[in-house]
Structure formats: structure tokens, C-alpha cells
């Protein structure tokens, strides 16, 4: 079972560069977010959406773009990256039901801004 | 202030001894998650919490909601070297689920 899948696991990438984080679920979950993660500063919610075509500002949205065009994939844009979006980006997706449901979480990308 | 305290952020203790991690949120909860993170690697589900006075165990953790205070506590029983890592509590705030907001976590070391 695939879960959450996030690419790339490592980048590294200059300051002013651009590029695309990606994430897909194959559970049919409805909600989806992205997270990044900071020393000290645990899990801050960046973009999410509840649904293939929605999508709302979390925490810290600034310097990041989202879409949502199909239920399955969520990917996150750094527009021109800045050495302060070095980071741990964690991706997240849950189904939307009578009672709530756990966020089930990929394995990070590990993202190095220079 | 943090919506969301988790305390304490780190912990060392000998293997065998009991633990106690508490989280609380500023705002009312709707439903409290359990997470733990091995070093360099992704969240795992513990437990998920949604009524006031909720105890749910699994092996030796067991958490706890207090929804009149607004906090939750995991308790770790007789720790071992395999309960080493970090443990971060989530808070859903809105009655949905559909986002969540995270505590800094709490890093815990086991000691021989």
C-alpha cells in the first residue's frame, strides 16, 4: 500500500530558484495539507484543501503556491526560493466522513535552500 | 503565545521509568491526535482522541482528553529504548479535521 508519497526526499536548491514539491495519495482521501517543519517550531500548516478544486492559506502560505485539480495529488510550488524556506515539508491527507479521521503523513522532503 | 503548548520539549529518561506529556490548547478542541517521529523520518499515528474524559491505550501508552481544561496527556508506562523519539500532539479547532495545528513536539531519550 502506497499511502502518502512525496518527491523528491532530498533537494537542494539555489536561492531565486523555483520548483515543485510533489504528493499524491492513493486512499481517495478528501483533505490534503502540507506542512513544513522547523527546529524547535514542531509541525506549521503552509497550504491545504478539502477537495479536489479547493484550497485555503494555513500558517505560513507566504512564498508557496498550491492546486488541486485532481483528488489524488497535492503538489506545493516554491516560487523563488529563499534560504529561509529550508525546511523539513511534510505532506498529509485524510478522508472526510462521519467522525474524524487520523492525517496520514509521507515521509518528508528534505528541502536545502543555498 | 503558541495555540497550542506542548510540554516539556525534551526528556531524558532511564529505561523502565514512567512518563507524562502534556498538551494544551488556547482554543476548543474538537479532537486531539497523538503522533510519534522517529529521527528523520515521517509522523506515525498513535491515537486520536474526540470526547471529553476519552482514555485510549496501546501497549504501554495511554492518552488522555480533558476537554474542559482543553488538554490531553500521554503517559508512557515502564518506557523502553523503542519509545525513544519525538511525540507531537495536533489540536483540530475547527470540528472538521480538515487541518490541524501541531505542538513543538516533545524529544524524548531512553536511557539504558
Known amino acids: 500500500n502506497a499511502g502518502v508519497t512525496q518527491t523528491p526526499k532530498f533537494q537542494v536548491l539555489k536561492t531565486g530558484q523555483s520548483m515543485t514539491l510533489q504528493c499524491a495519495q492513493d486512499?481517495?482521501?478528501?483533505?490534503m495539507s502540507w506542512y513544513r517543519q522547523d527546529p524547535g517550531m514542531g509541525l506549521r500548516l503552509i497550504h491545504y484543501?478539502?477537495?479536489?478544486?479547493?484550497?485555503d492559506q494555513g500558517e505560513v502560505p507566504n512564498g508557496y503556491n498550491v492546486s488541486r485539480s485532481t483528488t489524488e495529488d497535492f503538489p506545493l510550488r516554491l516560487l523563488s526560493a529563499a534560504p529561509s524556506q529550508t525546511s523539513v515539508y511534510f505532506c498529509?491527507?485524510?478522508?472526510?466522513?462521519?467522525?474524524?479521521?487520523?492525517?496520514?503523513f509521507g515521509d518528508g522532503t528534505r528541502l536545502s535552500i543555498l | 503565545s503558541q495555540e497550542l503548548e506542548q510540554s516539556p520539549q525534551s526528556l531524558i529518561v532511564q529505561e523502565g521509568k514512567n512518563l507524562t506529556i502534556n498538551c494544551t490548547s488556547s482554543?476548543?478542541?474538537?479532537?486531539l491526535y497523538w503522533y510519534k517521529q522517529k529521527y528523520g523520518e515521517g509522523l506515525i499515528f498513535l491515537m486520536m482522541?474526540?470526547?471529553?474524559?476519552e482514555e485510549k491505550s496501546h501497549e504501554k501508552i495511554t492518552a488522555k482528553l480533558d476537554e474542559k481544561k482543553q488538554q490531553s496527556s500521554l503517559h508512557i508506562t515502564a518506557s523502553q529504548p523503542s519509545h525513544a523519539g519525538i511525540y507531537l500532539c495536533?489540536?483540530?479547532?475547527?470540528?472538521?479535521?480538515?487541518?490541524?495545528?501541531f505542538g513543538t513536539g516533545t524529544r524524548l531519550q531512553v536511557t539504558l
Open positions: 498529509a491527507s485524510s478522508p472526510r466522513g462521519v467522525g474524524n479521521q487520523p492525517q496520514h
Open positions: 486512499m481517495n482521501h478528501e483533505y
Open positions: 484543501s478539502v477537495g479536489a478544486g479547493i484550497t
Open positions: 482554543k476548543t478542541l474538537y479532537g
Open positions: 482522541l474526540q470526547k471529553g474524559g
Open positions: 495536533g489540536a483540530d479547532n475547527t470540528g472538521t479535521a480538515s487541518k490541524l495545528t
